[in-house]
């Protein structure tokens, strides 16, 4: 599902425009990113956990040149779903 998708079945099931639907699904989505960012972890019960994971730096080697090159540290954010959206989901299998 992409995100014009949610908005239009958020405009769809709440009759508002879609102007407006689509403004709600990206604060959503900024609030999500941001407090993770902030705090490291985003819990929303019944759905999952948005964590902040940290990769190190690292040497990695081209294999076809055999020059090494330096990778900077830098965060990705994790998600790990909740035990109740994982039952939903395999009940549907």
Do not use: C, D, H
Request: hydrophobic letters at 40%; aromatic letters at 10%; charged letters at 35%.
């Amino acid at each position: 599902m992409r995100k014009s998708e949610i908005v239009n079945r958020l405009a769809e099931e709440y009759s508002i425009p879609v102007k407006e639907a689509k403004r709600i699904v990206e604060e959503i989505f900024f609030w999500i990113a941001q407090k993770t960012a902030e705090e490291g972890s985003v819990q929303i019960r019944g759905f999952g956990v948005f964590r902040l994971r940290r990769r190190g730096g690292r040497f990695i080697k081209n294999p076809k040149t055999g020059i090494e090159t330096y990778i900077e540290e830098r965060y990705l954010i994790g998600f790990k779903p909740s035990k109740k959206l994982l039952i939903r989901l395999n009940e549907k299998v």
